[in-house]
């Protein structure tokens, strides 16, 4: 790892243990172990840094979860790998989608749609709803209500299983898979 993703990794561990307003770019600088100038050099504000933060966790979050996606596969199809892979993702990166998905709409003032500053994640499961609208198969709603619906459920669930109040064995995905798909389909 370098400085850069010191900084970052030290900036992410304290947001989880002390929340993102109590995060000082002093207690960051102690936590990577860097000084001013280090810090200073990669990024100039407190801003800048979360900012930063929050898109290569993103665009982590994109590549992992889009990483087998294929636009000409059948669109339930799409939706079941986007799904699992957007459970694996969240259950072993689960501070990251935490800070993620609360950034998100922290940025909501600054940030007019959730497609702004994409890498492809979020338009990929729009088009997946998109094309599922148009077949017909998935109901006819708003692709952002539908998004949250299915996002919600998959989240819902990795933090149960991570607050272990239940497990999860391999063959219990493809239900996930199967209740998100029904809660926005025909």
């Given at each position: 790892m370098n400085k850069r993703d010191d900084i970052l990794k030290a900036t992410l561990d304290l947001i989880v243990k002390e929340g993102l307003h109590s995060v000082t770019l002093s207690k960051i600088r102690k936590n990577a172990d860097v000084g001013s100038g280090t810090l200073y050099n990669y990024f100039s504000s407190k801003d800048e840094l979360i900012m930063t933060l929050y898109l290569d966790l993103r665009s982590k979050m994109g590549e992992n979860v889009l990483k087998d996606y294929n636009p000409s596969d059948y669109v339930r199809v799409q939706f079941d790998k986007f799904i699992r892979n957007f459970y694996f993702y969240c259950l072993d990166h689960l501070d990251e989608v935490n800070f993620v998905e609360q950034y998100t709409f922290y940025l909501h003032k600054e940030c007019?749609?959730?497609e702004e500053g994409d890498n492809g994640f979020v338009k990929t499961i729009m088009r997946i709803l998109e094309n599922g609208k148009s077949q017909k198969v998935i109901v006819q709603k708003d692709v952002h209500l539908l998004f949250q619906v299915v996002y919600g459920i998959v989240l819902t669930v990795v933090k149960g299983i991570t607050a272990k109040k239940f497990k999860m064995k391999e063959?219990?995905?493809?239900?996930?898979?199967?209740?998100?798909?029904?809660?926005?389909?025909?």
């Open positions: 007019k749609t959730l063959g219990d995905v493809s239900d996930l898979t199967d209740i998100c798909w029904n809660s926005i389909s025909y």
